[in-house]
Each structure stands twice: as C-alpha cells, then as structure tokens.
C-alpha cells in the first residue's frame, strides 16, 4: 500500500468551527493584521510558489470601503493566524481546469491543495445560491461563509458535497480502465459515477460498472476518498470490486473506450508516464487507486 497522501487531503488549517459562531471574535480575526487571504486569480487559479500557496494582506472592510465581512470566507486558523477567502472575484462560475490550473495543482505540496479545494468548493457553492431554493428570495452568507441565510422564509442553506463512486473492477490479474472522448491523447483511468438517492456506496460502484462496461462486480471494497473541486464540490470514494466476468459491452455515450490491463502494464505506466496507457495525473484520486492496485 501506498504511504502517498491521496491529492487534495491532508490540509492543516484548524476550521476554528466557533470562530463562525462568534460575529464579535470573528470581526477580530479579519482585523487582526496577521490575517491573510488567498491569492487567486479572477479565474481562480492558485499563485504557487516554491509548492505553496499565495497569501495576501486583506483589504480594509466595514463601511465607506466598498466590501463588507460577508465577502470574506474564514478557511481557518494557521497556528493561530486567521486564513481567509474571497467569495466574489475569485473563479465563481468557472466550471473546468484550466492547463494554468492544472500546472498549479501539479506543482503544490501535500495538504496545500487540500485547502485551495476547500477555497474553490465554498466559492462555487456561494456563486450558484445567491437564491433560497425554498422561496427564490435572494440569501447572504453568514457563518464565516459556511452558509448562506433567507432573510425571507429565515431558511438556512449550507454548502453541499456530491458523492462520486469511482473504481476499479478487476479480474484474473487485470484492471477495468475505461477513456472519455476529451481525455487527453491515450488517458486511461478508473470509471466513475454519481451516487444517486437510494443507493449504498457499494451499490453505486456495482451499478455504474455495469452501466458503462456491461462487467458484473461483487465484492466492492472501500480504499479511500478525496475532495475533488471539479466543477464544483464532489467527493471521491475510490473502490475495488471483483468482475465476475471480462466481457465489455461498451456504452458509447458515457465512454470512447473501456479495457482490460494487466498488472505490469499499469506498473509501467504509472512508473514511465506511458506505455499501455496515460495514467491520471498525481492529484487525482484514480492515480491512487492504481498504485495502490499494484501495491506501489
Ligand atoms: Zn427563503
């Protein structure tokens, strides 16, 4: 098994959770001048230096200064400092990776990305519910921008995260891997799918095998699970299930392609970035998936 930290996990701000509770020390924290907010772009790429995020000092706040506490997100507390976000100007709306995003993502450290994918989560959420879903009247955050509130029916709306199954089914010594028409040239990677109302994990896995590949799996096992920002707030639960058989009935319009790899095959790949296959870049929970298939 693999000692990697799986992409986008293992971040280290403390989430200072009664720090949202308290309006009064949560004034404090913005106004504390060792506050920082995170660099991002208008298209919300990440400054990374030397595998790092970029942090600035915050802007005055309050009245006669154009911006208010409400356009701020508190990310956390590092070792005490306060960390923030800005909801507005900071890639709402901006669903996919960008090759700048992509670089930036493959050049931060362990547990940096954790909290750029909280960062972007929290500002994709906020930029799709300025509307109360239970009235249409418009909301404003409250909670440190962990929520937004209805002034109108007083309902409360909090950040949502969809869960995606995705998996490897393997059989005789080889891995399901199926490829996406705008994948890059001679990607490869785990199938993956939406976990829909009324179904368990392991349903799921079963279900979206079965769909895309026409494979039957049993015996689907839990490996791990990743925040993946992309386009908005989904969390990875990686899987392995046992294929009882390797007939491929493809469905062509969830996938270009689907095959069976053995084992050296995706240790080479994943060792020479080539081969049988492109693998997944390092970030992606799929990568992890393989490694820890093939016991790197
Ligand atoms: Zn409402």
Request: aromatic content about 6%.
């Given at each position: 098994?693999?000692?990697?930290?799986?992409?986008?996990?293992?971040g280290?701000?403390?989430?200072?959770?009664?720090l949202?509770?308290?309006?009064?020390a949560?004034?404090?924290?913005?106004?504390?001048p060792?506050?920082?907010?995170?660099?991002?772009?208008?298209?919300?790429?990440?400054?990374?230096?030397?595998?790092?995020?970029?942090?600035?000092?915050?802007?005055?706040?309050?009245?006669?200064?154009?911006?208010?506490?409400?356009?701020?997100?508190l990310?956390?507390?590092d070792?005490?400092?306060?960390?923030?976000?800005?909801?507005?100007?900071?890639?709402?709306?901006?669903?996919?990776?960008?090759?700048?995003?992509?670089a930036?993502?493959?050049?931060?450290?362990?547990?940096?990305?954790?909290?750029?994918?909280?960062?972007?989560?929290?500002?994709q959420?906020?930029?799709?519910?300025?509307?109360?879903?239970?009235?249409?009247?418009?909301?404003?955050?409250?909670r440190?921008?962990?929520?937004?509130?209805?002034?109108?029916?007083?309902?409360?709306?909090?950040?949502?995260?969809?869960?995606?199954?995705?998996?490897?089914?393997?059989?005789?010594?080889?891995?399901?891997?199926?490829?996406?028409?705008?994948?890059?040239?001679?990607?490869?990677?785990?199938?993956?799918?939406?976990?829909?109302?009324?179904?368990s994990?392991?349903?799921a896995?079963a279900?979206?095998?079965a769909?895309?590949?026409?494979?039957?799996?049993?015996?689907?096992?839990?490996?791990?699970?990743?925040?993946?920002?992309?386009?908005?707030?989904?969390?990875?639960?990686?899987?392995?299930?046992?294929?009882?058989?390797?007939?491929?009935?493809?469905?062509?319009?969830e996938?270009?392609?689907?095959?069976?790899?053995?084992?050296?095959?995706?240790?080479?790949?994943?060792?020479?970035?080539?081969?049988?296959?492109?693998?997944?870049?390092?970030?992606?929970?799929?990568?992890?998936?393989?490694?820890?298939?093939?016991?790197?």
């Amino acid at each position: 098994m693999s000692g990697a930290v799986v992409g986008f996990t293992g971040g280290t701000l403390d989430r200072a959770d009664a720090l949202r509770h308290d309006p009064d020390a949560l004034a404090a924290a913005m106004r504390d001048p060792a506050a920082r907010m995170l660099d991002l772009s208008p298209d919300g790429t990440p400054a990374v230096a030397n595998g790092r995020l970029g942090w600035s000092a915050i802007p005055p706040i309050g009245p006669g200064t154009g911006s208010n506490s409400g356009d701020l997100a508190l990310l956390g507390l590092d070792d005490g400092t306060p960390r923030f976000v800005a909801l507005a100007g900071s890639g709402e709306g901006v669903p996919f990776r960008s090759p700048a995003l992509m670089a930036a993502l493959a050049a931060l450290r362990d547990g940096e990305a954790a909290i750029y994918a909280a960062a972007r989560s929290l500002i994709q959420w906020h930029g799709r519910n300025g509307f109360c879903a239970n009235c249409g009247h418009a909301t404003a955050p409250f909670r440190a921008g962990w929520g937004r509130a209805c002034p109108q029916c007083r309902a409360e709306h909090f950040p949502r995260v969809d869960p995606v199954v995705i998996m490897l089914a393997e059989h005789d010594g080889r891995v399901l891997l199926g490829r996406q028409p705008s994948w890059p040239a001679g990607r490869y990677s785990a199938l993956a799918g939406f976990l829909e109302p009324g179904e368990s994990i392991e349903e799921a896995v079963a279900r979206e095998v079965a769909e895309e590949t026409g494979v039957r799996i049993i015996d689907v096992r839990y490996v791990a699970s990743q925040p993946w920002p992309f386009p908005h707030a989904q969390l990875m639960i990686a899987c392995i299930g046992r294929a009882q058989d390797d007939a491929i009935t493809l469905d062509e319009h969830e996938l270009e392609d689907a095959i069976w790899v053995p084992r050296a095959d995706v240790a080479d790949a994943l060792a020479n970035e080539g081969g049988a296959f492109v693998p997944p870049p390092p970030y992606a929970i799929a990568r992890t998936l393989l490694e820890r298939w093939v016991g790197l």
